[in-house]
């Protein structure tokens, strides 16, 4: 019966949980849904400038946009040989394509520097409900031990009156 015994801290702890989920119990259902829209509300300018980079960036339209660009670019300025703004080793080409990575390379961390962090808390959450979790359960299986035991023992007083009763039955009839 000890190991299934909670330990002072854990009860305490329990109890903290249970306090929380007091707390916030009124809202809870919109914790849930609006839980990264309550991050977006607080967002900094910067943060949102990362996020749309990052979003538009990382899309297979941005994709497509950029290589007819680039192959428009490349064939323009190969055809048209000596009337071009940027001959064969295309150098301006590359110097916009290197200030492109140079800039949404660092937007793109930071947008995904904040949405680990949002991942971060989450799992902070999802281990304090596990370890919630887990302590109403120990407790629940300390209660049903304890109804077993105390069903075992009435049982037994049950079986020993049931004894006696019989011993005292069979003692009269044999007297």
Known sequence: MT??????KELQVLEALRAH???????FPSKISS??????LGLTT?????????KMVGSWKFIIIQSICILAWISY????NGNTW???PFILLNLMLSFQAAYTAPAIMMSQNRLSEIDRQQASNDFEINVKAELEIELLHQKIDLMKEKELFALTQA?????QKLDNMRGRTNS
């Open 3 to 8: 190991a299934l015994t909670p330990t002072t």
């Open 77 to 80: 300025n190969s055809i048209n």
């Open 46 to 54: 910067g943060q949102k400038i990362s996020d749309v980079v990052a």
């Open 159 to 163: 079986v020993e009156i049931l004894s």
């Open 86 to 88: 940027d001959p064969y």
């Open 21 to 27: 989920r007091r707390r916030h119990r009124q809202d």
């Open 35 to 40: 839980h990264v829209s309550d991050e977006v």
